[in-house]
């Protein structure tokens, strides 16, 4: 009598039907492992970049998704979207522990032999950063020569953030948000507005009338908190490999990143904690 739990239950020809392999095209995501030294820590230093352009492409497509709804005057689904974003964002701040069992010694092994590539030309990290309201023109240079990833840079660039849909509802609910800010330039970096600040004050003070706002705020939060520890897992995993040297991509290294952990994406909200 067969044991109805036993392995020999399993499916096992696939010659019609997609595999596990098939399915997920792995062949082709092995195909895409290819180290170009013998160094054997340069097999790490690709799988945690893989996995991270991975959940960085979900990222951008749950934000988008959520922008999408938000656009359409709906706050509780993107929620859960965005939910999804800071375990993400979880997931890929958690790799950095892993690549620092990297030592200077081993990264120096293999690092000449990719010449200028680097994480700086992310075409999803740089998506992400322009979905969340952190604009810079200048991000688009390295992305010229690649019009399919270069064209929805520069759309998103363009576009508002999910911090300025997020401030159109503000003001659909009769809430002050001034027209400079709603028909703002969005290709320039948001700056903090007085205004802006009280009408988030007046949705923190009154959660009954105004909790779906109050609870979008506190998304938001959760977001920009969880993107700051992966800039600052970055910082460190980055000073403790190679120090004070100058980045593959042409930056100051931990210079340069050590700067853009002083960027705000939505001030207001952070302004919000000390004006109550």
Do not use: C
């Amino acid at each position: 009598m067969n044991d109805k739990n036993s392995a020999e239950q399993a499916y096992s020809d696939f010659t019609r039907s997609l595999s596990y392999g098939d399915y997920l095209h792995l062949d082709g995501i092995h195909a895409a492992h290819q180290p170009i030294t013998q160094a054997h820590d340069e097999h790490l230093f690709i799988a945690v970049h893989h996995v991270s352009e991975v959940w960085l492409g979900l990222i951008v497509r749950e934000i988008q998704a959520a922008m999408k709804l938000l656009e359409q005057g709906i706050t509780d689904a993107p929620l859960k979207m965005l939910t999804r974003v800071v375990r993400a964002q979880e997931q890929m701040t958690n790799a950095w522990e892993v690549l620092k069992t990297m030592t200077p010694s081993d990264y120096l092994e293999f690092r000449s032999a990719f010449g200028q590539a680097s994480g700086f030309q992310s075409q999803n990290y740089r998506m992400v950063e322009f979905l969340l309201g952190n604009r810079n023109p200048v991000m688009l240079r390295p992305h010229a020569h690649r019009p399919d990833l270069h064209d929805p840079l520069k759309a998103a660039l363009e576009g508002p953030s999910v911090y300025d849909l997020a401030l159109r509802l503000v003001a659909a609910r009769g809430l002050n948000i001034p027209d400079e800010v709603l028909q703002r330039n969005y290709a320039e970096k948001y700056t903090l507005n007085e205004a802006v600040v009280d009408a988030w004050i007046a949705v923190y003070r009154d959660t009954d009338t105004y909790w779906d706002l109050y609870e979008l705020a506190e998304k938001l939060m959760d977001v920009e908190d969880n993107f700051r520890r992966w800039r600052f897992n970055h910082v460190t995993t980055v000073e403790r490999t190679i120090g004070f040297k100058r980045g593959s991509g042409g930056t100051s290294g931990v210079g340069y990143l050590k700067q853009a952990l002083n960027i705000v994406l939505f001030p207001e909200l952070w302004e919000v904690r000390t004006r109550l």
